[in-house]
């Protein structure tokens, strides 16, 4: 017996589907917002070592922190990526159900997501909110490590004032 015979059945299964889906795409979605918290507190406690190393002129420090908040904006850009993928997974199941919802109920409203599309094109996104914040970091990094270099350099004494004055008198 399918589930073109049996009504319930069919609803029973749907409804496992929408279960499935959603707790698939909450999960997805929560975790990909912990992690975005989870780098903005990091990249905070780096930027306040970064600033105290120079201040202390600790310029290789603060270089090293340059370097590391580069290269976590970098690495949390690729976890986003993969998180972004997980999520749009969900979407994918959760569409159909939207669809199957909207053609039985005769309510086209319920079609969320492509209505989440629609607007998405008009204007910025998470994931572009995020990709512009992850490369505003990956600079921010590069231009404290290269500003160390230079302050590194700068904060040299002379060669000539290296070698002992009592030789010369």
Known sequence: MGSDDNPKVDDAIHKDVREHAWAWFALHAAQRMQTINFFIVIEAA???GA???IKEKLFVFSMAAGVS???LAIFFCLMERRVRNLIRIGEAALRKE???LALRSGISEILLLEKDDESAKKQMTYGKVFLWMFGFFMVL???IAASSIALNIGNRPPPSSLVPTAIYN
């Open 141 to 143: 990094g590069l231009v």
């Open 46 to 48: 780096m930027l306040a």
């Open 98 to 100: 939207q669809s199957r």
């Open 69 to 71: 908040i580069t290269a």
């Open 51 to 53: 600033a105290a190393a």
